[in-house]
């Protein structure tokens, strides 16, 4: 199985300030056939199923704001928020699907308003 | 615009079976290029995956999980399902449904149904 953890496991972060958010595989989720990292990023607000904001590692879902960015490759991974948001509170959980449909998530990263 | 929906009992006694039903619309059930899975999440933790079927029947269950769980799917009505046995108070969570692309990332999930397992 592959194994995904997160740093830290909680953050505050200034309105307008950047956040963050590590991933980590405990092996390679970089496919070599077709170069891609299977790596999803999700917010999670409360009461609410998660939704998709990054994947194939740095590929922003339509609709998404672009002051999220993913970058990473094979084991290590970010997910970066710009300019924080007040609505950008949530936790966020990183995905991986290379050994899809066997999915596992990251143990999720709370962020906060400092 | 594809829309995923749980129903199924909320509360269920301990050691009894969890059976959940996922209603699929906007989108056929039988696309080559999806799988149907269930996620649960226990009050104030993360994510995990229970398992997934593909149109044609066949499954692939969370290890952890295994003995336990029968993921089906009825493409006459557009739905599929998650039979859970000898629930424990462990089991608690909110259980989601979801679709995945078959080589790739969840794309779509339901609003998700709270499950209580309590004598």
């Known amino acids: 199985d592959i194994v995904m953890t997160q740093s830290p496991d909680s953050l505050a972060v200034s309105l307008g300030e950047r956040a963050t958010i590590n991933c980590k595989s405990s092996?390679?989720?970089?496919?070599?056939?077709?170069?891609?990292?299977?790596l999803a990023w999700y917010q999670q607000k409360p009461g609410q199923p998660p939704k998709l904001l990054i994947y194939?590692?740095?590929t922003r879902e339509s609709g998404v704001p672009d002051r999220f960015s993913g970058s990473g490759s094979g084991t290590d991974f970010t997910l970066t928020i710009s300019s924080l948001q007040a609505e950008d509170v949530a936790v966020y959980y990183c995905q991986q699907y290379y050994s899809t449909p066997l999915f596992t998530f990251g143990p999720g990263t709370k962020v906060d308003i400092k | 615009q594809l829309q995923l929906q749980e129903s199924g009992p909320g509360l269920v006694k301990p050691s009894e079976t969890l059976s959940l039903t996922c209603t699929v619309s906007?989108?056929?059930?039988?696309?080559?290029?999806?799988?149907w899975g269930w996620i649960r999440q226990p009050p104030g933790k993360g994510l995990e995956w229970i398992g997934s079927i593909y149109y044609s029947g066949s499954t692939y269950y969370n290890p952890s999980l295994k003995s336990r769980v029968t993921i089906s799917v009825d493409t006459s009505k557009n739905q599929f399902s998650l039979k859970l046995s000898s629930v424990t108070a462990a089991d608690t969570a909110v259980y989601y449904c979801a679709r995945s692309q078959t080589t790739s990332y969840v794309d779509y999930w339901g609003q998700g149904t709270l499950v209580t397992v309590s004598s």
């Open positions: 194939w590692a740095s």
């Open positions: 092996q390679s989720v970089l496919y070599s056939s077709n170069n891609k990292n299977y």
């Open positions: 906007g989108g056929s059930i039988s696309s080559s290029s999806y799988y």
